[in-house]
């Protein structure tokens, strides 16, 4: 008889594709009460997706051919420090280069930062110019907290427009027909 664990090294397969931040209090497994293999996950600092990104568009591009996911859920956090990071001033020069590989990853959510017309965001835009060091903001901070949606809406747009995804449907509906 084999143990759970055996059973659960066979070739896996689900609908579903979550895309989430790496911080380890927001595990998709926590979060949705799911058992082991219900998600293909991809995690990184902010939920981000960019086709740029060989890691994630590997595994976007697995879970479509291979495992038939049929949804992919990208699950943003509030609190999220990999946004706040962003809205706070960037480290002073010089940066090492662990610093520097987290200021280019947040790099896109600062463009959101800046050129969102989403009124929370403005308004904080608006107050932090009059700092001459930009903190962290605090978890309840409305302008934050709509970053953290509008960055989850912009990896959805790029997930929508990728060329997997185009590429994985038009093929789906040749062969349907």
Partial sequence: ?????????????????????????????????????????????????H???????SVMSYALAELGVKHIIVMGHYGCGGVAAAIASAPSAPIDAANGAVQNWIDPIRAIFQTSTRPEIVELREKNKLLAKVEEPEPQEPGFRALVEENVKASVRRIATDSVIANHYAHSLATQQ
């Fill in 51 to 57: 086709a740029t990104d060989a890691n994630a568009h």
């Fill in 1 to 49: 008889m084999k143990t759970p664990q055996e059973t659960d090294c066979r070739r896996t397969s689900t609908s579903f594709m979550f895309i989430g931040c790496s911080d380890s209090r927001v595990s998709e497994g926590t979060v949705f009460n799911a058992r082991p293999g219900t998600f293909f996950t991809e995690r990184n600092i902010a939920n981000q997706f």
